[in-house]
């Protein structure tokens, strides 16, 4: 589904990544970790369309997304979770449901999208006609994932969901996110948790100053030098 191959990214004469090569296939989650300034959120905004590749290739089934304006990549199947949620605090949970579908072939079913999502986090629909701004931290995560979910994505991208999150709400994130991969999505997440972020994922990249140093199965990942010493300071 995606494909990430030799892409290179810079801010200015400021190399922020290096080859990086990643793939995601459909209902997986596949976690990207590493310390902080390691270019995981560069990572993710590229693939998604917000920050241009200098070089290297990305492409949603078979379609390069490099050469696609960045508005237009959620047409060929990109959804993305920013951090910090980003709703829009002064419109009401379900009009900030409702900016997720603008997709025209989203469109044609947002109603039963909409229904979908309510299942998946009942507390929006408790609080559709609430502003976003009004609603906690975890319930604001659920919408932004929500939102995202609305445009019917083949690929979501999430950048550190459990940012400022208590435990509890993590989990309820993470079982939603479970019954995402259900329906075939795949998960790309970047993720503070390094231990949530490999528990919830089938495989995993390590990203450290822009280069992938190593990658494999969760379960080999916790083993590794890399993360050990490098991620979880052991």
């Known amino acids: 589904m995606l494909e990430v191959r030799g892409v290179q990214a810079r801010y200015g004469d400021a190399q922020a990544l290096w080859g990086v090569d990643l ?8 976690c990207i970790v590493g310390p902080n ?3 995981k959120t560069t990572l993710v905004q590229t693939i998604a369309g917000l920050h241009r590749a200098h070089a290297g290739s ?3 089934d078979g379609v390069e997304l490099t050469t696609v304006s960045g508005h237009r990549v959620c047409d060929h199947g990109v959804a993305t979770v920013p951090e910090g949620r980003r709703v829009f605090g002064h419109m009401t949970v379900r009009d900030n449901l409702l900016l997720g579908a603008y997709r025209k072939a989203a469109r044609r079913v947002y109603e039963k999208t909409e229904q979908e999502v309510y299942e998946l986090f009942p507390r929006l ?12 931290g975890g319930e604001q ?3 932004a994932i929500g939102r995202a979910l609305m445009a019917k994505p083949k690929l979501l991208l999430l950048d550190e969901p459990s940012l400022g999150l208590a435990p509890v ?16 999505i795949g998960v790309l997440v970047v993720e503070q948790d390094v231990e949530r972020a490999l528990e ?3 495989r995993g990249y390590v ?15 916790r083993s590794t030098d890399e993360v050990r010493q490098r991620v979880l300071g052991m």
Do not use: C, K, W
Request: proline share 0%; no cysteine; glycine share 12%.
């Open 200 to 202: 919830a994922s089938s």
């Open 125 to 136: 629909r408790e609080r559709q006609d609430q502003h976003a701004g009004s609603l906690s």
């Open 141 to 143: 995560q659920m919408l």
């Open 23 to 30: 793939d995601v296939n459909a209902g997986e989650m596949v």
């Open 169 to 184: 709400i993590v989990d309820q994130v993470f079982d939603a996110l479970a019954s995402v991969l259900a329906t075939g």
């Open 207 to 221: 990203l450290i100053e822009g280069r992938i140093v190593t990658s494999g199965s969760t379960d080999a990942l």
């Open 37 to 39: 300034g390691a270019g």
């Open 58 to 60: 990305i492409t949603m």
